[in-house]
Nanobody
Framework: VQLQAFGGGLVQAGGSLRLSCAASGRTFSNYVMAWFRQAPGKEREFVARINWSGGSTDYADSVKGRFTITRDNAENTVYLQMNSLKPEDTAVYYC???????????????WGQGTLVTVSS
């Protein structure tokens, strides 16, 4: 699976962005999709995940209630809608595809190139 993430940018605190991740190469609907992020000087962290059908989702506590992950299997795309953004959300955001329902980045097989989100205060 090849993944390409886009949609990052500069936004003021309280604003919104929608990230997209387009997949190609294998059957998209076979994969759990997730978003991770890595802030400068910090380790990569889990943000959100969505199961094969889109019927189940899960979020890190830090984004719960503000971010929404969805997928469109017909378009081979997963989205991350980010609302009420905070400066601490500033990071490079990565989409990932895997076979397991897990928080662990090590268990995801395919990664996008990352897209930078910067939230100004």
């Amino acid at each position: 699976v090849q993944l390409q993430a886009f949609g990052g940018g500069l936004v003021q605190a309280g604003g919104s962005l929608r990230l997209s991740c387009a997949a190609s190469g294998r059957t998209f609907s076979n994969y759990v999709m997730a978003w991770f992020r890595q802030a400068p000087g910090k380790e990569r962290e889990f943000v959100a995940r969505i199961n094969w059908s889109g019927g189940s989702t899960d979020y890190a506590d830090s984004v719960k209630g503000r971010f929404t992950i969805t997928r469109d299997n017909a378009e081979n795309t997963v989205y991350l809608q980010m609302n009420s953004l905070k400066p601490e959300d500033t990071a490079v955001y990565y989409c990932a595809a895997g076979r397991r329902w897990t928080y662990s980045g090590a268990s995801y097989d395919y990664w996008g190139q990352g897209t930078l989100v910067t939230v100004s205060s």
